[in-house]
């Protein structure tokens, strides 16, 4: 069973640049999470997805981030414009419809020089 | 919200011995607890869980017990190994299916060889 894939793994972009990350769960998983990572933290919720609907947003900077999954498989994460404080590694997890336990990606580590 | 705390922030040990991360809760409706092992520049993977209707669970080496009255849940490693090395995170769930996790800040296990 292929794991959750996101890409880039890396992105390195000068200030006020627009961002998008890109995130395929695994199969059959219905629920889609991202998460922001910082260095030497645990990752903290961005948004959440219960197919294409977004559940919990509550944490994501709507001034500036916007996520979608159309059709409730595949989402795209944006920053537009990204600021220097957005430097950290944003994480995609998935888990199953009724199930608690999240698998994530390997992230994309976003530099913001 | 939920608010999770981890102790210790860093741990070494010697090859061998047993290793033990403690964490507290604030919520006590949450109800599934589940540890993550994370390698420099990896993703974070699950490596137990453990729900609030059961007070340990064991795999091979790790261990997991949990205190609902004392909302304190805690990771053992025995016997442990170089490859143990890596930040052990902990995190919280709330009642509801498909909750987002709260986790801890991590610990940074050194296992010596």
């Known amino acids: 069973e292929a794991g959750v894939v996101q890409s880039p793994r890396y992105k390195i972009i000068e200030k006020k640049q627009p961002v998008a990350f890109w995130c395929n769960p695994i199969?059959?998983?219905?629920?889609l999470y991202w998460y922001l990572q910082n260095l030497g933290q645990g990752p903290e919720l961005l948004i959440r997805?219960?197919?294409?609907?977004?559940?919990?947003d509550s944490q994501l900077p709507k001034d500036r981030f916007s996520a979608e999954r159309l059709k409730g498989v595949d989402s795209t994460l944006k920053i537009q414009p990204a600021e220097l404080g957005d430097s950290a590694v944003y994480l995609c997890?998935?888990?199953?419809?009724?199930?608690?336990?999240?698998?994530f990606g390997p992230g994309t580590r976003l530099t913001v020089t | 919200g939920e608010n999770v705390e981890q102790h210790p922030s860093t741990l070494s040990v010697q090859e061998g011995d047993s290793a033990v991360i403690k964490c507290t809760y604030s919520?006590?409706?949450?109800?599934?607890f589940p540890w993550y092992k994370q390698e420099l520049g990896k993703r974070p993977q699950l490596i137990i869980d453990?729900?609030?209707?059961?007070g340990e669970k064991k795999d091979q080496r790790i261990a997991v017990t949990l205190n609902k009255t004392a909302k304190h849940f805690s990771l053992h490693i025995t016997e442990t190994q170089p490859e143990d090395s890596a930040v052990y995170f902990c995190?919280?769930?709330?009642?509801?299916?498909?909750?987002?996790?709260?986790f801890g800040k991590g610990t940074r296990l050194s296992v010596i060889a």
């Open positions: 997890a998935s888990s199953p419809r009724d199930r608690n336990e999240q698998y």
């Open positions: 199969s059959g998983h219905n629920t």
């Open positions: 997805y219960e197919n294409e609907e977004a559940v919990d």
């Open positions: 919520d006590s409706a949450s109800n599934y």
């Open positions: 453990i729900r609030s209707n059961v």
């Open positions: 995190a919280a769930s709330g009642s509801g299916r498909n909750t987002p996790l709260v």
